[in-house]
């Protein structure tokens, strides 16, 4: 299935035999960057971390965004006061904490102070491009700078280990944290283990595309309704009668679902006519997905407390895990009312009015928000969206453009850019955009296939054919990439290739009508007669309305002497268009004198 399938045009040439030319679709490109380039000179920052001990260590950092996060794969931070972190040429750089740790890959990312960064493209082992190369690089710092690049070789190892790779070459000065990059500049792995006695680097593979900046945006998203739901639980510990119970304590702890539920009905019970044990009971209902009960639960609570803002932000967390969205809206606006900070609830509030179709409400509540959030890839692609619905194809490519800044290895950044700039028409930026999506997904054929399109509408034949080469290599059963593979090897001259090219096509997909009329056209070409005439009934049969197959029978029989036949067809063309018929037989009166 194609999952960019935009719009198709047929481009078809209505008289006789003559070949029509593919279906296409449209793409994007996108804009040159404006990041400080000045500011950081590399994609690779070494720190010199020194903690509270006064104990220092080198580590290196890799830039994997725009807006100042780092990721690296040393653990030096963890569990320690840092005291001072510097740049390699000595700025003192701010250290704000964690944003996102994966244990079990190694991956940190770390926040410090920066203005705009370049960005790390990450690619596959099995999306490595041909011709990258047999030699991997790895830049080593040096007092001056970072760069001093080192060459590798790739060395095999009996062990079987899919999650690394192992170099050659000289280690001494290479840093945890580096990148290995091959020929083409593209990172496939970040050292993270050396053997200088073996003269080996272990670099462990990466998978693209990255989204790890999309899973710092959802920590974000669940740490609005976290601290909401902290607030509650922190109110009822003030209240020692209620934080004394032991149903108050074995709700908090317990995590079997049973146990959950249990103590949430013995909790209101008991505590009736407390509002905190209401929406504490609501909060736990919640987290084990009774949404009734979780819904009635909040109600009770807000109607002992009108004046906590915290309960409409959870009956708003409750209606839209119900997907109901207008009283989620109407919670989040009183809780405004209420006191709740604005730039927190216009996140969730723009959610829901896209919802119910509340598109520009919804763009201003997303335009406060990235005021306060800049760096939300979430809420820009959100509001990129949005753009698209209202038809703002300018506006919708401003949007994703400043998500992919954030997150180049964004999918839906780029394929919003695409949407977006195939609306507008304007096909080099499409081209460029489908272009870093295949960087970023190299065996989706549907982008091979999207790409070739565009590159059809900017009249690349060339490039045009070799994408769809791709897309059938990628989904031998693709109808529609053999059939215009097959277009573009016929106007090349490769009739043969696409001989076979259109018969996989109808094999594909026997009811293809143009598939038929243009394996007869090919054939007539190739004075294939019997099998012209075979394919163009069959044409007649899948293209109804379509009079073009039979106008190439009656010239084709005619010119074989099929006369009885010729005359049918004939007065099939003259019950559908008379004036064609008179034409028809004008002209061919005039060929036999």
Same mark, same amino acid.
């Given at each position: 299935?194609?999952?960019?399938?935009?719009?198709?045009?047929?481009?078809?040439?209505?008289?006789? +035999?003559?070949?029509?030319?593919?279906?296409?679709?449209?793409?994007?490109?996108?804009?040159?960057?404006?990041?400080?380039?000045?500011?950081?000179?590399?994609?690779?920052?070494?720190?010199?971390?020194?903690?509270?001990?006064?104990?220092?260590?080198?580590?290196?950092? &890799?830039?994997?965004?725009?807006?100042?996060?780092?990721?690296?794969?040393? @653990?030096?931070? %963890?569990?320690?006061?840092?005291?001072?972190?510097?740049?390699?040429?000595?700025?003192?750089?701010?250290?704000?904490?964690?944003?996102?740790?994966?244990?079990?890959?190694?991956?940190?990312?770390?926040?410090?102070?920066?203005?705009?960064?370049?960005?790390?493209?990450?690619?596959?082992?099995?999306?490595?491009?041909?011709?990258?190369?047999?030699?991997?690089?790895?830049?080593?710092?040096?007092?001056?700078?970072?760069?001093?690049?080192?060459?590798?070789?790739?060395?095999?190892?009996?062990?079987?280990?899919?999650?690394?790779?192992?170099?050659?070459?000289?280690?001494?000065?290479?840093?945890?944290? #580096?990148?290995?990059?091959?020929?083409?500049?593209?990172?496939?792995?970040?050292?993270?283990? &050396?053997?200088?006695?073996?003269?080996?680097?272990?670099?462990?593979?990466?998978?693209?595309?990255?989204?790890?900046?999309?899973?710092?945006?959802?920590?974000?998203?669940?740490?609005?309704?976290?601290?909401?739901?902290?607030?509650?639980?922190?109110?009822?510990?003030?209240?020692?009668?209620?934080?004394?119970?032991?149903?108050? =304590?074995?709700?908090?702890?317990?995590?079997?679902?049973?146990?959950?539920?249990?103590?949430? /009905?013995?909790?209101?019970?008991?505590?009736?006519?407390?509002?905190?044990?209401?929406?504490?009971?609501?909060?736990? +209902?919640?987290?084990?997905?009774?949404?009734?009960?979780?819904?009635?639960?909040?109600?009770?609570?807000? #109607?002992?407390?009108?004046?906590? %803002?915290? +309960?409409?932000?959870?009956?708003?967390?409750?209606?839209?895990?119900?997907?109901?969205?207008?009283?989620?809206?109407?919670?989040?606006?009183?809780?405004?009312?209420? $006191?709740?900070?604005?730039?927190? *609830?216009?996140?969730?509030?723009? =959610?829901?009015?896209?919802?119910?179709?509340?598109?520009?409400?919804?763009?201003?509540?997303?335009? #406060? %928000?990235?005021?306060?959030?800049?760096?939300?890839?979430?809420?820009?692609?959100?509001?990129?969206? &949005?753009?698209?619905?209202?038809?703002?194809?300018?506006?919708?490519? $401003?949007?994703?453009?400043?998500?992919?800044?954030?997150?180049?290895?964004?999918?839906?950044?780029?394929?919003?850019?695409?949407?977006?700039?195939?609306?507008?028409?304007?096909?080099?930026?499409?081209?460029?955009? +489908?272009?870093?999506?295949?960087?970023?997904?190299?065996?989706?054929?549907? &982008?091979? %296939?999207?790409?070739?399109?565009?590159?059809?509408?900017?009249?690349?034949?060339?490039?045009?054919?070799?994408?769809?080469?791709?897309?059938?290599?990628?989904?031998?059963?693709?109808?529609?990439?053999?059939?215009?593979?097959?277009?573009?090897?016929?106007?090349?001259?490769?009739?043969?290739?696409?001989?076979?090219?259109?018969?996989?096509?109808?094999?594909?997909?026997?009811?293809?009508?143009?598939?038929?009329? @243009?394996?007869?056209?090919?054939?007539?070409?190739?004075?294939?007669?019997?099998?012209?005439? /075979?394919?163009?009934?069959?044409?007649?049969?899948?293209?109804?309305?379509?009079?073009?197959?039979?106008?190439?029978?009656?010239?084709?029989?005619?010119?074989?002497?099929?006369?009885?036949?010729?005359?049918?067809?004939?007065?099939?063309?003259?019950?559908?268009?008379?004036?064609?018929?008179?034409? *028809?037989?004008?002209? *061919?009166?005039?060929?036999?004198?």
């Amino acid at each position: 299935m194609k999952l960019f399938w935009l719009f198709k045009d047929w481009f078809l040439f209505l008289l006789f +035999y003559l070949t029509p030319l593919v279906y296409c679709f449209s793409l994007l490109r996108a804009e040159e960057s404006s990041f400080d380039a000045d500011f950081w000179t590399s994609r690779i920052v070494d720190f010199s971390v020194v903690d509270s001990n006064g104990s220092s260590q080198w580590i290196r950092g &890799i830039i994997l965004s725009a807006d100042g996060k780092v990721l690296t794969l040393s @653990n030096v931070f %963890y569990g320690k006061t840092v005291k001072e972190t510097k740049r390699w040429d000595f700025r003192p750089v701010q250290y704000l904490g964690w944003i996102l740790r994966e244990p079990e890959k190694d991956l940190l990312l770390v926040q410090v102070e920066g203005k705009s960064f370049s960005a790390l493209r990450i690619v596959s082992k099995d999306s490595w491009p041909q011709g990258a190369g047999l030699e991997f690089f790895i830049p080593l710092p040096t007092p001056e700078e970072p760069r001093k690049i080192g060459k590798y070789k790739l060395k095999e190892l009996p062990e079987t280990d899919s999650q690394h790779l192992y170099f050659s070459g000289e280690t001494a000065g290479v840093l945890l944290g #580096s990148p290995v990059i091959n020929e083409k500049d593209q990172t496939i792995g970040i050292v993270d283990g &050396i053997d200088p006695q073996k003269e080996l680097v272990r670099a462990r593979l990466l998978s693209a595309p990255l989204e790890i900046l999309d899973k710092a945006d959802r920590l974000m998203e669940y740490a609005f309704w976290k601290e909401n739901l902290d607030a509650i639980k922190q109110k009822g510990e003030q209240d020692p009668r209620l934080a004394s119970s032991p149903y108050w =304590i074995n709700l908090w702890q317990s995590v079997q679902r049973s146990d959950i539920e249990k103590n949430a /009905d013995l909790l209101i019970q008991v505590f009736p006519k407390s509002d905190v044990a209401w929406a504490s009971a609501a909060a736990n +209902y919640l987290r084990i997905s009774l949404l009734d009960k979780a819904d009635f639960a909040i109600r009770k609570a807000t #109607s002992l407390n009108e004046t906590d %803002y915290h +309960y409409p932000i959870l009956f708003a967390q409750i209606m839209i895990s119900r997907k109901e969205w207008n009283p989620a809206i109407d919670a989040l606006l009183k809780a405004r009312e209420d $006191g709740a900070l604005s730039k927190e *609830i216009a996140y969730p509030l723009g =959610i829901c009015l896209n919802q119910i179709g509340q598109f520009e409400r919804a763009v201003e509540e997303l335009k #406060s %928000y990235v005021e306060s959030r800049p760096r939300h890839v979430s809420a820009w692609l959100l509001m990129g969206e &949005i753009f698209q619905k209202m038809q703002n194809w300018d506006k919708s490519v $401003g949007a994703f453009m400043k998500a992919a800044r954030l997150n180049p290895q964004s999918i839906r950044a780029w394929v919003g850019i695409a949407e977006s700039y195939l609306a507008l028409a304007k096909w080099e930026q499409a081209s460029e955009a +489908y272009t870093e999506l295949s960087l970023l997904e190299p065996k989706n054929p549907s &982008i091979w %296939y999207n790409l070739g399109l565009v590159l059809l509408k900017m009249e690349q034949e060339k490039f045009a054919r070799a994408c769809f080469l791709r897309v059938v290599q990628l989904n031998p059963k693709d109808r529609d990439g053999w059939f215009n593979f097959g277009v573009l090897s016929q106007k090349v001259g490769e009739r043969l290739v696409a001989l076979d090219a259109y018969k996989k096509t109808i094999q594909i997909d026997p009811r293809f009508g143009m598939g038929w009329f @243009n394996l007869g056209c090919l054939c007539q070409e190739l004075h294939l007669f019997p099998e012209a005439i /075979d394919a163009w009934h069959r044409a007649e049969e899948n293209l109804p309305g379509d009079i073009r197959p039979l106008i190439n029978l009656v010239f084709l029989e005619n010119q074989l002497h099929d006369f009885n036949e010729r005359d049918k067809d004939l007065t099939k063309i003259e019950n559908l268009n008379p004036q064609l018929a008179h034409q *028809i037989k004008y002209k *061919i009166a005039n060929s036999a004198h």
